[in-house]
């Protein structure tokens, strides 16, 4: 997976603290380039207590499921991205270790899986489908959530959880549908959770979706390093940022933060099985 995305300058100072602790559902460490115990200090500092950590190949989800092993408060997802995938690089060998992986006990999701139309061309698709087949077979399997990525792909991503019958614990990572694809997830019982680009001023449709996500349905998350939210946009994402992103969907739900931050609290030990 290509991660020339990359932010860089000034990381952005810590936001006021959260008074309530939320978790920040969907982030990567490793490529934040500082010392994984300093973000957790970080992050709890500002009211972030729980952290997953996503993996996106072989060797990632093995880092992520080895430091979540090793610090309180971090959970892991396994997966092959769907762009390794589309690559060619879900291979049998790779397909087993990460169930392997998923049935460790830090490991708490597969993904992120899914599709991806934007950055894998036609020719790859069909291999990217038949690995989002396999990890939800994976996570059925391990009986863990399921971590969707999903990039100018929702018919189809909705069409593969109906066909294979989806685990019982779906989250759409950076969720990036309209209101109306809320709507639909929200009636199937997913989890959206939300990043920092729904404070981005072309994202109309992502707000109208923030809006009407159920509030036993919503999730927080940085997708760190990318998608810091504004006005830091393009500088480096880290989870003690997530009360930023947090403000913003209280704001966009009229909600009252500490009750929001409760709530998105429960649903994320609800969504991830925690203990």
Not at 47 to 55: E, N, R
Not at 79 to 100: K, Q
Not at 133 to 152: M, P
Request: charged share 20%; aromatic share 4%.
């Amino acid at each position: 997976m290509s991660r020339d995305a990359a932010r860089e300058g000034e990381a952005p100072p810590a936001p006021p603290p959260l008074a309530v602790p939320v978790l920040d559902s969907h982030c990567h460490l490793d490529l934040v380039g500082t010392d994984v115990g300093e973000q957790l200090a970080a992050a709890r500092a500002v009211g972030v207590s729980v952290v997953v950590q996503v993996g996106i190949d072989v060797a990632t989800s093995q880092l992520s499921a080895q430091v979540a092993a090793e610090h309180d408060g971090l959970w892991a997802a396994v997966a092959m991205h769907p762009n390794e995938a589309g690559a060619g690089a879900s291979t049998p060998d790779a397909l087993v270790e990460i169930e392997r992986l998923a049935g460790l006990p830090q490991v708490v999701a597969v993904g992120e899986t899914g599709l991806d139309h934007f950055r894998t061309p036609p020719e790859g698709r069909g291999q990217q489908e038949d690995s989002f087949r396999a990890h939800i077979d994976i996570a059925k399997r391990t009986g863990t959530a399921l971590v969707i990525h999903d990039r100018d792909a929702h018919d189809d991503v909705l069409r593969v959880l109906h066909e294979e019958g989806a685990p019982e614990r779906v989250i759409f990572h950076c969720f990036s549908g309209d209101e109306a694809m809320a709507r639909l997830c929200a009636e199937r019982g997913y989890f959206l959770s939300f990043a920092g680009n729904v404070t981005f001023k072309n994202a109309d449709d992502l707000r109208a979706a923030a809006r009407v996500t159920p509030r036993d349905l919503l999730l927080v998350e940085t997708d760190a390093p990318f998608l810091t939210p504004m006005p830091w946009r393009g500088r480096p994402n880290a989870s003690y940022l997530i009360p930023v992103t947090m403000r913003a969907l209280a704001a966009l739900q009229g909600a009252d933060e500490d009750e929001l931050c409760g709530a998105v609290m429960a649903n994320g030990t609800r969504a991830f099985a925690l203990t």
